[in-house]
């Protein structure tokens, strides 16, 4: 058996990164695209401090583009269900880094108008989701949907206290990032 020359492995990297390089040079980055318009009913609408809308000062979105952001699974525990409860949706550093967010605090406001400030550093540090589904259904308005900012309370203990229950806000409707 011979022995491969060396050189001949190591140029065929060399073409692979350079062909990598050209081509990702020419393309160009997801966050420089503009967002999408929704062709759906708006659920959530994102304003203030963010670098990406698709609106006048606001970024919409509707269903099928939260779910485009990818669908995360979180199972936990929750103050208002019985026992742990399997929720589907957004991360929202993946909803957050979209909109090109800016801001130190989140105002989240429910469709009942209660609204309440989320440090944006607490929502970057843990995996706290914008549930879109609970034990793989739709959640309606009448089931604290559409959206539920739910956070992994089981995995993370310090979760579990009165003050990041109230930052659970269900009915979700809008976001405003504030600097």
Excluded at 135 to 142: F, I, L, R, V
Excluded at 156 to 165: F, I, K, S, T, W
């Amino acid at each position: 058996m011979r022995a491969r020359k060396p050189g001949i492995f190591l140029r065929a990297i060399f073409v692979i990164l350079l062909l990598l390089a050209v081509h990702s040079v020419g393309a160009p980055a997801v966050a420089d695209e503009p967002l999408a318009k929704p062709t759906g009913p708006v659920i959530l609408t994102v304003t203030g401090a963010i670098g990406r809308t698709n609106a006048a000062g606001k970024a919409e979105f509707d269903m099928q583009m939260l779910q485009a952001l990818g669908i995360s699974r979180l199972a936990t525990s929750t103050s208002w269900t019985d026992g742990k409860q399997v929720f589907g949706g957004v991360l929202a550093t993946k909803l957050l880094d979209a909109v090109q967010a800016k801001g130190n605090t989140v105002s989240a406001s429910a469709l009942d108008n209660y609204t309440v400030e989320i440090p944006t550093s607490e929502l970057r540090q843990y995996p706290v989701l914008f549930a879109l589904t609970m034990n793989d259904k739709a959640m309606t308005p009448q089931d604290k949907g559409p959206i539920w900012i739910v956070y992994p309370r089981d995995d993370y203990p310090e979760l579990r206290n009165p003050n990041v229950d109230m930052h659970w806000v269900w009915q979700l409707k809008s976001i405003d990032i504030k600097e």
